[in-house]
């Protein structure tokens, strides 16, 4: 059976964005970060990496920052999975500025659990059972995980369902090489093994910059921490 947790992350400086709190940016009433959170609601176990802003979060999800702060999203992803409880066998990774990721997420889930069946049967195969020990040696013949792409056919490396041990791996192989600091997505997730989903357009629209806002909808904001 598959455990999922959820990483969110929300800890960029929004330098394009004046330094705000993008997290506060709203939509409909929800805030960019609210709407995440909201996505992310199949997941057992939520984990928000960054600030909350004024963000009104459920009691449950936990908060953190990476260290040190501000230090990429390969950083931010290192804390947030370290964060998650033990029970988490797979991870929705999950940039926090996607306001119209639900739209991807039960697409996702779904194809991740064609992946998990095939794991599971390639364990059947070899006489393992459907166990976890059986899933793990399957695992050899099977994808990682199950990755969004745009409409470009641009992977979207903070869309995605990984398997959590393949991604505690690839954690420790770049985190051996040198600092997470400063490491980007694509060099953490190099290792692993993807299906690619090509989700709606709405499901990787991002918040980078005030035409990216209006071109949402999103308003509204508070000046973010400083470093």
Do not use: N, Y
Request: glycine letters at 16%; charged letters at 25%; one cysteine or more.
């Amino acid at each position: 059976m598959i455990e999922l947790g959820a990483v969110v992350l929300m800890g960029g400086r929004a330098s394009r964005l004046g330094g705000i709190v993008k997290g506060d940016l709203g939509i409909d009433g929800r805030t960019l970060l609210e709407r995440a959170v909201d996505a992310a609601a199949p997941a057992g176990e939520i984990v928000v990496v960054g600030e909350a802003g004024r963000s009104r979060l459920p009691a449950a999800v936990l908060v953190v920052r990476e260290d040190p702060p501000f230090g990429g999203p390969a950083a931010a992803v290192a804390a947030g999975v370290r964060a998650l409880g033990s029970d988490a066998s797979a991870v929705l990774l999950l940039a926090g500025d996607l306001p119209f990721a639900a739209d991807a997420v039960p697409g996702l889930l779904a194809q991740f659990g064609v992946v998990a069946g095939r794991m599971r049967g390639a364990g059947d195969a070899r006489g393992e059972g459907p166990g976890i020990e059986g899933a793990e040696r399957g695992a050899r013949d099977a994808a990682d995980g199950v990755r969004a792409v745009d409409a470009e056919g641009r992977a979207q490396h903070l869309l995605c369902v990984v398997r959590r041990h393949p991604l505690e791996r690839a954690i420790a192989e770049l985190e051996a090489r040198g600092p997470l600091e400063g490491s980007s997505m694509r060099s953490l997730l190099a290792p692993l093994r993807f299906v690619d989903l090509g989700v709606p357009g709405t499901a990787t629209m991002d918040v980078d910059t005030w035409a990216d806002a209006e071109s949402v909808g999103a308003t509204g904001a508070t000046r973010g921490e400083t470093p």
